[in-house]
Structures are given as C-alpha cells and as structure tokens.
C-alpha cells in the first residue's frame, strides 16, 4: 500500500473506521476484527437526465459519508410465490443504486496489500441485490481477503434494447465499478493489482462478457463464474421483452418514452410477461445480454474460444441438476410428459442418442426430469466444456467444477444457486437454511469455502487444471473429489444455443 493509501486509514472519535477516496471520507462499522463500509457510490444516480445512459461518475460530497447500511436496489419485484420461498428479495427505496460495499480486516498491518474479491450477484438481470444474507463477505474477509459486492442497474433499466439507448447498461455499470476498485481499493487495504471477480447465475453471465472484450485485464486479474450462462443474444431476440413492455404501455420502443415512464411501471409489466411465458428452453420473451455496442460487441462465448481473455485464470463451473429450482417448486418436472419431452426434443435438434444416454444413467427419472437435465446441458455444461476445451489447447489456466450435494428441501436435490451457502461458508443464513435445510455439510463448506480462497490467493484451487483429460473436481458431501469426462457422452453432439 501506497503512503498515500496508509494515510487514508482513520477512526473518528468514537473508534469508527473511517476511509478516504477519490469522492470524500466514508465512515463505516467495526464489528471485532472485520470493518465494513457499505453504500459507497462508484457512479452517480442513473435517474431523471441520466436514465438509459452510461454511468457517470460519482460526486463528490462533504464531511464523512454514513457508510453504515446498505444503498438502495435497483427496482425489482419479489419472484412468483413458487420460489420466493428459496429466493428472498431486499428492497431499499432510494435512487443512489450505484454503490458498492467493502468487507475489509480491521486488524491487518499498517501497508497491507490485501488480494480482492468483487461479487457480483445474479437474478435473471431482472432482480437480486447486494445486500442479501448469504452475500456477507465476513468469511472471505476473515481470509484476509478484501471482499467488495457491487450493484448495478437491472431490468429495462439495465437491459432495455432501444435503437437510442447504449445496450446492456448493467453491464457498463459493472464496468465502472470494477474502475473504482481499480482506483480506489488501495485505501480499504487491499491490492488493486490482484482482483479476482466472482459472479453467480446472471452476474456470471455478465462477467463472462466483461472477460471477452479487449481491456478485460484492465479491471480483474482472475475469474470466478459460477453456473452462469456464456451467450448473448442476437438483438432482435433480446428485444422482444422491451417490444412486450412497449406494446402494454402503450410507448414508443424508444428512450424518451421509456425515460417518461415509470421505472416502477416498467418492472411490472416486465414481471406480468415473464409470469406468463415459462419454456425450459428460453423462447419465451426473457431480459439478456444483446450482442451489439461497446459492453457486448459480440457473443462472448465466440470471443472467448477465439482466444479473448485467456491471459486471465478462470475457476468455473454449475451444479448438477440446476434445473430444479425452475421446474420443481412450480411442478413443471411433474407435468411433462414423455410427449413433452419428445416434442421438445425435437424442436430443439438434440438427437435421440443424447436422451437415450440420460435416461441409461437415471432409469428412475421422470420425462421433466430428462427434459431439465438436456436443458441444464444446452444453457451451462456443453458451452463450460467447450470455453475450457478452447482454453486448455491454448494453454490458459481454467479449473472446472461440478456441485453435487442433494439438498433434502422440497426435492431441490442440487438445484441452481445451492452451492452459494458453500462457496460464503454462510449455512446458517437464512436464504442457505431456505434452500438446503439447516444441516448442510460444513466439511463441503470448508472445502469449497478454502478452494475459492485459494484460487483468489495463490490463483489455484488446489485440484487438476483442465486439460485434454477433462478433469472435473465434484463437489459431495465428502468433501470433493475429480472426475474424468463426466458424462461426456451427455454432451457430445448436443445443439449450442
């Protein structure tokens, strides 16, 4: 750490830490050994003039800024009564939803040059917040490491495809504030030369577009992407949620009509069309990422195995049956029917062989079974397998991983999202608890917990880098263990989305 950055340490007089950066004095929490200092604006409030436009810097402000509590969310609504059971929502009014929080040890040594881990939270790009339970960078903090979680904006606000509006707006902003982690880390303690990124669902999606475009290095040395899909979508295909959200409002798919509206008007009608739609296979009118201006040129995963961002090490994986979030809480798995899954089989190109193989490996499952698990496939494991495969030829570092652990809640088995109470070593939150009951493991937590540690410490998670053997490190109740090629013949001939 600079002179300049030890300068930046301080406590007020009541024995508050209190930090200095570009914009102003933050006066946060200590809690024993950890500081905390959350709101922290990285970019002004996209309200009023700045809708629908690139983030602007932060101002600046006067005296110490109360970093005490969470910023406000982005506008979102709680998701259907199927999973909000598993899924919480954090709302907090206010428009300055640009901020970031900072997990920091109070105890580290004067000059401390600490490794950094950025969260970013998933939610479909439609809902999510940092300020969730399960998100509380305590543990990594405790590690010595310097955890910071970001919030950006979400919806149409975030994602609106418009002929005058910059595309993928969420994205730009993640990219202003991994900026400021950049700029401004070295003041909480931490080195702004060692930043891992880690995202989940949605939030890895977006990473994985910040890792295929050129200044990449420029914001984050190391990855963490967390059963995220790898794709954009074609314009025309993402537009369809915001021609849907046009067409009921009755505006003009444009920015000046989308800007006069309510933002609070735009998430409903958002929100009604998605309860309406409902195919496993993302037909249906969705908020994604579009390919097209300066956050997603092109589709990252194209970029990617043509070689963009190998100079950064990867750490990337899903669980086992992700699918069971979407399809069990509704009773979607319970209602296909063999036909179902024949018709869709169909409709989506996947040879009989690859269904065949499925259902030779779990002669008990059901047809919505088979149908979540070729879905699961297509969305997340085919496209990990190719973007390491490209990698590994190329001599990139990448570590793949596969969650496993069976959650006894409510058939979830281990659905999307289970692993996140593991990788926080967070089990009694209340959004784990939620989701895998209140005896998870802690020895899997203690393995996955220390693996992420130390892939953002030393850049190795301790198991085999991928290679032409496909090392796959599965992560069970005892603890984890590497696979060779899991059911590779799963995936072979399977249709890219």
Known sequence: ????????????????????????????????????????????????????????????????????AFGPTAPQ????????????????????????????????????????????????????AAA????????????????????????????AVLDDVPRNLGVSDQEAALRWVRREIAAFGGDPARVTVMGHSAGANTLTALLALPQAKELFDRAILQSGPLTAQPAKKAGRMTREVARRLKIAPTKAAFAAADAHALVAEQTAIAAGSGSPLGRSPAVALAIGGDAVPRNPLDALIDGAGRDIPVLIGSTSEE?????????????????????????????????????????????????????????????????????????????VYEFRWRSPVDRLGAAH????????????????????????????????????????????PGWEAWSARRPVQAFDADGGHIDYAPRQDELDGLPRT
């Open 77 to 128: 609504q709680p998701y259907g009564a199927h999973v909000a059971k598993y899924l919480p929502t954090v709302e907090i009014a206010g428009d300055d939803i640009l901020t970031v929080n900072v997990w920091t040890p109070s105890d580290r040594p004067a000059g401390a040059a600490l490794p950094v881990l950025v969260f970013v939270h998933g939610g479909a790009l439609t809902r999510g």
């Open 417 to 460: 999202g289970m692993e996140l109470g593991f990788v926080f070593d967070r089990l009694e939150a209340p959004d784990a608890v939620a989701m895998g009951g209140p005896d998870g493991p802690q020895a899997l937590a203690d393995a996955m917990h220390g693996a992420w540690v130390a892939f953002i410490v030393d850049g190795d």
């Open 132 to 159: 969730l339970p399960a998100y509380d960078g305590e543990r990594f903090a405790r590690h010595g490491i310097v955890y910071v979680s970001i919030q950006y904006r979400l919806g149409q606000e975030g994602f």
């Open 1 to 68: 750490m600079t002179d300049a950055a030890t300068d930046a340490l301080a406590e007020d007089t009541s024995g508050a830490p209190v930090v200095t950066v570009s914009t102003g004095r933050i006066r946060g929490t200590r809690d024993g050994a950890l500081d905390r200092f959350l709101g922290i604006p990285y970019a002004a409030p996209p309200v009023g003039e700045r809708r629908f436009r690139a983030p602007a810097s932060a101002p600046a402000w006067e005296g110490e800024r109360d970093g005490s």
């Open 323 to 399: 699918y069971r979030l979407w399809l069990v809480p509704t009773g979607a798995v319970d209602r296909a029917t063999a036909l179902t899954l024949a018709v869709a089989r169909r409709f989506a190109r996947v040879p009989a062989r690859i269904v065949r193989a499925h259902r030779s490996r779990r002669p008990e499952a059901t047809p919505g079974e088979i149908l979540g698990e070729v879905v699961g496939d297509m969305l997340l494991r085919g496209p990990i397998v190719r973007f390491a495969d490209s990698r590994a030829a190329a001599g990139a570092p990448t570590w």
